[in-house]
């Protein structure tokens, strides 16, 4: 992904806020999972509320190893809770939990975004290797074959850049969901426990935003590198 010529300047600032974004998710989670919610539960119980509050019951919730791997999946259809998060009772705990309930009510619910992004994610993953790949050996050979080789991985690279903008909506849409449910529910109170969970779940909003601005500039770098063939 990282190909050398001058235009990589393009993807230097992506870098920046990419490094920027990991320390601010990673740094903002640790000061609110030492924060501990006064309702009590831990993250797992409140996952497994929500889940049911929305008649999910089908929808297990699992631990799963790692340090913040919490996530949804939709193709099996069950919620995993890394261990700071499934036996939390934090502020963290609580804003990442329902989270990623609010992904599985937004499975349910058929959310346009995410069956969207659900229906190209194949091609998606798949451009996101080969795609660049292809458009490598294609700078490397020449021949007649290397601008199809070019063009095809751009095209395939193309998916991956409409899923990481894809991915914007379904988030910050489940985020929304989670704040909500958390305060409606009581399960934290309005003011330091509510802004906590929110500082959290906007922490974690900038991965996918450095996501999504690499997989720009990356592809516009491919689009620059297509055309100065051609002058």
């Given amino acids: 992904m990282f190909y050398y010529d001058p235009t990589f300047i393009l993807l230097i600032p ?3 806020f990419t490094l920027y974004a990991q320390y601010k998710v990673q740094s903002t989670f640790n000061k609110y999972q030492d924060v501990r ?8 119980q409140v996952a497994r509320e929500i889940l049911d509050r929305g008649n999910l019951y089908d929808v297990p919730v699992e631990l799963t190893p790692g340090n913040l791997s919490d996530h949804y999946d939709p193709r099996s259809r069950v919620l ?3 261990p700071a ?3 939390g009772r934090s502020l963290a705990a609580y804003g990442v939990a329902a989270h990623e309930a609010g992904h599985a009510l937004q499975h349910s619910e058929a959310y346009a975004p995410l069956a969207i992004r659900n229906g190209i994610f194949p091609v998606a993953s798949l451009g996101s290797n080969l795609g ?3 458009f490598f050996l294609g700078l490397i050979f020449g021949g007649g074959a290397s601008n199809f080789l070019i063009d095809l991985g751009i095209i395939l690279f193309s998916f991956f850049v409409g899923f990481t903008i894809l991915t914007l ?3 910050f849409n489940a985020s929304k969901r989670a704040l909500a ?3 409606e529910s009581g399960y934290l109170m309005p003011g330091a426990e509510i802004s906590g969970a929110q500082k959290v779940l906007n922490a ?7 996501a999504a601005a690499t997989a720009i500039l990356q592809l516009l770098r491919m689009l620059f590198i297509r055309g100065s063939r051609d002058d």
């Fill in 14 to 16: 992506a870098i920046i």
């Fill in 204 to 210: 974690a909003a900038l991965t996918y935003v450095a």
């Fill in 181 to 183: 449910l958390l305060g």
């Fill in 169 to 171: 909506p379904v988030e």
């Fill in 132 to 134: 660049f790949f292809l």
């Fill in 80 to 82: 995993r809770l890394s």
């Fill in 85 to 87: 998060v499934y036996h």
């Fill in 37 to 44: 919610a006064a309702s009590g539960r831990t993250g797992a």
